[in-house]
């Protein structure tokens, strides 16, 4: 295809006009045209062979500091050959059962090897939905573990991996509300400066989790361990999300979720790009 239209350039085209077109110009077109009929053919593949899919990025790292010589590398080995060891069980008759222990390749075995390893004695989940992280933090925390979990829709209106019961214990609570309020964010910003663990797995609009990472950032959290765990950072609505992080990160997406898993340690606060 690109040596053709390089042929149909050389025969149709005057060559007096060639002189008047940059050639540089003329390649890039081409190789624009060529990676496009590239593009097509592979989402075509993407669309036939494969559950989910979609355009993401790739950047070098050496402008983003944050990712670069921190301890993270030595916890994700941690984490991820704790995280091969685990068997989660689930209800297979509950949405998404089969994919509680695809591992690498969906985030559940991760989620639970950290909570083992790290011990968080307060949890937020961002995004209940039907309670699959949840139920991992419930489950493998120790009985001191209380998690907080945040929607805009009730638990009950989806068959939920949660059940009244875990509510009478008051190991964990749902908030209904959104976060990228500052109004409601503040109402539950104590509950954050507190926290060991925040999970957030949100809506990716582009708006949401950069709108939090910002509140976040202002937090003057108390001194302790804490990690953040964002889902989803190779999704192109997360990618500047990703990138104005300042903390100490890495990207686990190896060891967590296909579509993008990042950890940031934000044990003396949340840091983000001026």
């Known amino acids: 295809m690109k040596e053709q239209l390089k042929y149909w350039y050389r025969k149709y085209i005057p060559i007096k006009f060639r002189d008047l077109i940059s050639l540089k110009l003329i390649r890039e077109f081409i190789n624009d045209i060529f990676n496009g009929y590239k593009f097509n053919n592979f989402n075509k593949f993407i669309q036939l062979n494969v559950r989910n899919g979609g355009i993401s990025y790739y950047a070098s790292n050496d402008d983003d500091e944050a990712t670069l010589d921190n301890d993270l590398v030595y916890k994700i080995c941690q984490w991820g050959a704790k995280a091969y060891e685990i068997k989660l069980e689930a209800n297979p008759n509950l949405p998404g059962a089969h994919f509680y222990n695809q591992y690498p390749g969906e985030h559940y075995r991760l989620l639970a090897a950290i909570t083992i390893l790290e011990k968080p004695d307060s949890i937020i989940d961002i995004g ?147």
């Open 128 to 274: 209940t939905y039907t309670g699959m992280s949840s139920r991992v933090f419930l489950d493998y925390g120790n009985e001191n573990t209380k998690v907080s979990t945040f929607d805009l829709v009730h638990w009950t209106e989806f068959d939920s991996y949660l059940d009244e019961s875990d509510f009478n214990k008051k190991r964990i609570t749902q908030e209904l509300g959104n976060l990228s309020d500052e109004n409601i964010f503040k109402l539950h910003e104590d509950l954050f400066s507190k926290s060991s663990l925040i999970f957030l797995d949100a809506p990716k609009d582009g708006y949401f989790e950069e709108k939090l990472i910002r509140q976040l950032s202002k937090i003057n959290f108390q001194e302790r361990n804490r990690y953040l765990i964002l889902d989803d950072i190779r999704v192109p609505e997360m990618f500047e999300v990703w990138r104005m992080i300042d903390s100490p990160k890495i990207d686990a997406t190896t060891f967590g979720h296909w579509s993008g898993t990042g950890i940031v340690n934000i044990s003396e606060g949340l840091k983000i790009k001026k």
